[in-house]
């Protein structure tokens, strides 16, 4: 059971930027897509998107051309660096492999938008 840890949540202003950082273990970054996920009050927990082994993404239509997600080889970190937020991608943010591992899900960050 391996739980990964993301940082780099707070508090924003709409319109403002983040940049969400996890760090992977090497056997599980080598070898899945990793997704950011994320979870507002009320709501299910929902795929923000994902990035294959090769650097390919996709990511929901609600964050497309305002998030992107990238990786780091070397430091074996997936980032999330989300732009142009808004009160609606206020939610306690995960990354996870994708599909999600029941043992791997951390903690969270916490972003919160503010209009």
């Known amino acids: 059971q391996v739980q990964l840890v993301e940082s780099g949540g707070g508090l924003v202003q709409a319109g403002g930027s983040l940049r969400l950082s996890c760090v992977v273990p090497?056997?599980?970054?080598?070898?899945?897509?990793m997704g950011w996920y994320r979870q507002a009050p009320g709501k299910q927990r929902e795929l923000v998107g994902v990035?294959?082994?090769?650097?390919?993404?996709n990511y929901a239509e609600s964050v497309k051309g305002r998030f992107t997600i990238s990786r780091d080889t070397v430091k074996n970190t997936v980032y999330l660096q989300m732009n142009s937020l808004r009160p609606e991608d206020t939610a306690v943010y995960y990354c996870?492999?994708?599909?999600?591992?029941?043992?791997?899900w951390g903690q969270g960050t916490q972003v919160t938008v503010s209009s």
């Open positions: 990035i294959t082994r090769d650097g390919s993404t």
């Open positions: 090497g056997i599980i970054f080598s070898r899945s897509t």
């Open positions: 996870n492999t994708a599909p999600a591992r029941d043992s791997s």
